[in-house]
């Protein structure tokens, strides 16, 4: 999509979405699996994860500018649910290989086509309840990230201290873009321990890295040369055969030769390594109610749909029309189709069933589910994964 800018200069703004799709979901097992993994699924409504993120997206750009970078499994179920997006923009990683693999495919094919096109990486699981501040914030994030060669990423507000997301550490305000509010980006901590995380949350200075960022084709090109100048040729080599009858074949020849490393230590890291001045790191609030899903109890907290201290005592159960007998019973998450659940004097407990599988656990061990995919995988119960 193109924003003519409201400036003394005009100028059109190329904005191309990538959604990072190749995930296997292995934290929503037993209903995530190879074939049908979690960005494919409906976890809370009639449209997918996926498709969801897309409809999003639309919002600020068009379908024909939309990119999707995924996996062999999963390409052809992807292409059926986005009839919109076009074909020749979902790729699929000949294996897996992290986030910066990914954003430097779609950087390096953007860069050759037009290398001021904004790219903004977006991954395709996530839940946003506030959609208009999402498209705000996403314009905002564009039209900063079009005036230079600068990285602008999203915080969301930290409310917990939490151990699984990244963490931002703000700087300086800024001048606002679009009426949002801009920030320098001092450092990123990848994953604190407990006692570093109650220190950030305490500080009120840190928001969680979402994994949402926006930088031109060449910033993001460029950062590749720079921090990882390894991988940089790979990309040079796989974006020159793009649109050729060889891009399939180039594609799995060098793609597995990468190194497998995030964006966050590839490029993110390093970057801000260069001072809050220098490195020309900015972000942005991302203020509009965002759950990553990243497992099943942050699934319980979505649909739950509650004040955060309520959510200790509601029971959610997706039973299809089935109706549900609680007695005694607070806190916990139930995925039985077809089934007349009840519960007696349990609590906190994540109980899922698909035809072949029933997992059940405690919300806050819900981030171990997927050391149930590696001991299937270690036992070779493929069947299972």
């Known amino acids: 999509m193109e924003y003519p800018e409201e400036q003394t200069e005009q100028r059109t703004i190329h904005f191309s979405p990538v959604i990072l799709a190749g995930g296997s979901g292995t934290r929503f097992w037993p ?19 996926i498709q969801q993120t897309v409809d999003r997206l639309l919002l600020v750009a068009s379908a024909d500018t939309v990119w999707v970078i995924t996996n062999d499994l999963l390409r052809d179920e992807i292409v059926k649910q986005l009839p919109l997006v076009d074909q020749t923009h979902v790729l699929s ?27 903004g990486i977006f991954p395709s699981d996530h839940a946003i309840k506030d959609e208009g501040r999402f498209a705000e914030i996403v314009k905002a994030g564009v039209t900063l990230a079009s005036t230079g060669p600068k990285v602008v990423v999203l915080g969301i507000p930290a409310t917990r201290a939490e151990t699984g ?41 840190f928001v969680w890295n979402s994994g949402m960022f926006f930088w031109s084709a060449k910033t993001l090109a460029n950062a590749i040369r720079e921090h990882s100048p390894q991988i940089a040729p790979i990309f040079e080599t796989i974006a020159a055969a793009y649109g050729t009858t060889e891009f399939s074949r180039v594609l799995r020849e060098f793609y597995p030769q990468c190194e497998n490393i995030s964006i966050d230590y590839a490029v993110l890291e390093p970057q801000s390594s260069k001072g809050e001045g220098a490195s020309e790191i900015y972000c942005l609030p991302g203020d509009f109610s965002w759950n990553d899903l990243g497992c099943w109890s ?70 171990d589910v997927g050391k149930i995919v590696t001991e299937l995988k270690r036992q070779g119960r493929e069947e299972l994964v």
């Open 165 to 205: 997301y990244g963490y931002i550490e703000l700087g300086d305000a800024l001048e606002a873009t679009n009426g949002i509010e801009v920030r320098r980006v001092k450092r990123f901590t990848e994953k604190p321990q407990p006692a570093l995380a109650e220190a950030f949350l305490a500080s009120g200075n």
């Open 298 to 367: 942050a699934l319980h907290e979505h649909v739950a749909n509650c004040d955060p201290e309520d959510l200790a005592k509601t029971n959610v159960f997706e039973t299809t029309n089935h109706p549900s007998i609680n007695i005694d019973s607070q806190g916990n998450y139930v995925f039985l189709p077809g089934k007349t659940v009840a519960l007696v004097g349990v609590s906190d407990l994540v109980v899922v069933g698909t035809d072949d599988a029933l997992l059940v656990t405690t919300r806050n061990r819900s981030q």
């Open 93 to 119: 990683e000949p294996t897996p290989r992290n986030t910066a693999p990914a954003c430097a495919l779609a950087a390096f094919i953007l860069e050759r086509s037009n290398p001021d096109t904004v790219i």
């Open 31 to 49: 209903r995530s699996r190879r074939h049908r993994a979690k960005q494919i699924l409906a976890l809370d409504g009639d449209r997918t994860m």
